[in-house]
C-alpha cells in the first residue's frame, strides 16, 4: 500500500524502491522531488509518484483499474506487482532538506544561576534566574551594584525594586 500521511518541503525528495527475493532492483527506483508549495501536501506527492510508477515501472501499478485505465485517488493506494515480476515488496525512502532545529543550550548564554556567587557578579554578567525562566544582564554602574544586592528585592525579574 501506497499510504503515507506525511507532509513534505520543498527540496525534498521521496524514492520508491522495488525488491525481489535477492533484492533491490535499482533500475526500477522511482522518485519525486518536491520544487513546489503544491506538492508538499501528502496526497500531492504520492499521487505524483504513483503515476510515474505507473508510467516508468514495467508490470507494477498503482491505485484502482476501472474503465478508464488505471484511477489513483486519495489516500492509500494498492501497489500491485505482476505475479511473474518477481517484485515481492517496495519501500519508500524519504531524502528531507527541512530538519526540525536542535533546542539551544540555555547553559551557554550565562555566566551563573541566581543567586550563585552573587557577590562576584560584575557589569555584563549574564544571570540565569530558574523561577522566570530568562536569562538577565547586570547594567553597567551605577546599576551594578543591584546585581550584587542579596535583597530579595533586587531579585532579577520579580523583586519589587527591579
Request: proline content about 5%; some cysteine; aromatic content about 14%.
Given at each position: 500500500m501506497l499510504a503515507q500521511v506525511r507532509q513534505l518541503?520543498?527540496?525534498?525528495?521521496?524514492?520508491?524502491?522495488?525488491?525481489?527475493?535477492?533484492?533491490?532492483?535499482?533500475?526500477?527506483?522511482?522518485?519525486?522531488?518536491?520544487?513546489y508549495h503544491s506538492q508538499k501536501d501528502a496526497h500531492a506527492w504520492q499521487g505524483e509518484l504513483a503515476n510515474a510508477i505507473n508510467v516508468h515501472v514495467p508490470l507494477v501499478?498503482?491505485?484502482?483499474?476501472?474503465?478508464?485505465?488505471?484511477?489513483?485517488?486519495?489516500?492509500?493506494?494498492?501497489?500491485?506487482?505482476?505475479t511473474?515480476?518477481?517484485?515481492?515488496?517496495?519501500?519508500?525512502?524519504?531524502?528531507?532538506?527541512?530538519?526540525?532545529?536542535k533546542p539551544v543550550d540555555k547553559r551557554s548564554q550565562y555566566d551563573h544561576v541566581f543567586p550563585q556567587a552573587q557577590h562576584s557578579y560584575r557589569q555584563g554578567t549574564r544571570v540565569?534566574?530558574?523561577?522566570?525562566?530568562?536569562?538577565?544582564?547586570?547594567?553597567?554602574?551605577?546599576?551594578?551594584?543591584?546585581?550584587?544586592?542579596?535583597?530579595p528585592q533586587f531579585e532579577p525579574g520579580s523583586g519589587a525594586l527591579w
Open positions: 518541503h520543498i527540496g525534498d525528495v521521496v524514492t520508491a524502491h522495488f525488491f525481489t527475493k535477492e533484492g533491490e532492483i535499482s533500475a526500477l527506483r522511482v522518485s519525486t522531488k518536491i520544487i501499478k498503482v491505485g484502482c483499474c476501472s474503465a478508464q485505465g488505471w484511477v489513483i485517488g486519495f489516500g492509500s493506494q494498492p501497489v500491485m506487482a505482476h511473474h515480476s518477481g517484485i515481492t515488496h517496495f519501500k519508500l525512502e524519504f531524502q528531507c532538506k527541512f530538519q526540525p532545529k540565569w534566574h530558574e523561577p522566570s525562566g530568562r536569562c538577565y544582564r547586570c547594567k553597567p554602574w551605577p546599576f551594578t551594584e543591584y546585581c550584587r544586592n542579596t535583597a
